[in-house]
């Protein structure tokens, strides 16, 4: 299984990138992964939110494959202990042959996006910002890898 997380927007944040990037090496000893990123919309003073969301949406379904599993990170998703997302990875390694992973910008995903998501997770009730969220999101996938093998990164 190869897992794909695709952003809106780049990463901003020196630190967070940095971080993000040591994820990504370390998660590639486990399976294949690759992060995809759709450029920032441009003049958006005059687009609603719904416009922007749906303009967005169109880029995102452009990234998405037929056959691909779609789980979109949304505050309205499963929410996970660390063990138990491990768990339903391991699961999709067994029926997915690319797990697609998506952030979206910041009013959201339009309603064909959720329409096409097989899934939605939420990596807490709290906020966070869509930068962060990258960086938490790496490391949770990196700690889910080291889970499955047994590895001590994660302790009981």
């Known amino acids: 299984m190869k897992v794909t997380l ?12 940095e971080a993000i990037n040591d994820y990504v090496g370390r998660i590639e ?7 995809v990123t759709i450029a920032d919309l441009k003049n958006t003073k005059n687009l609603s ?8 949406g169109a880029m995102i ?4 494959q037929s056959a691909d599993t779609v789980v979109l990170l949304d505050e309205h998703g499963k929410e996970f202990r660390s063990v138990d997302y491990a768990q339903w990875l391991q699961k999709k390694q067994n ?14 995903f339009s309603e064909a996006v959720y329409k096409r998501a ?9 906020t ?8 938490i999101f790496t490391e949770q996938l990196y700690r889910a890898c080291t889970i499955i093998k047994g590895e001590p990164y994660h302790h009981e």
Not at 29 to 35: C, D, E, G, R, V
Not at 50 to 56: F, G, I, N, P, S
Not at 95 to 108: D, N, P, Q, S, W
């Open 49 to 56: 939110e719904q416009q922007q969301k749906d303009a967005e």
């Open 118 to 126: 097989n899934e939605k997770i939420s990596l807490s009730k709290m």
């Open 61 to 64: 379904l452009k990234e998405i």
């Open 6 to 17: 695709l952003l809106v927007g780049k990463t901003q944040n020196k630190l967070f990138q």
């Open 29 to 35: 000893h486990y399976l294949p992964f690759n992060i």
């Open 95 to 108: 029926t997915a042959k690319r797990l697609l992973f998506v952030i979206g910008g910041a009013y959201g």
């Open 128 to 135: 966070f910002s869509h930068q962060m969220v990258r960086l």
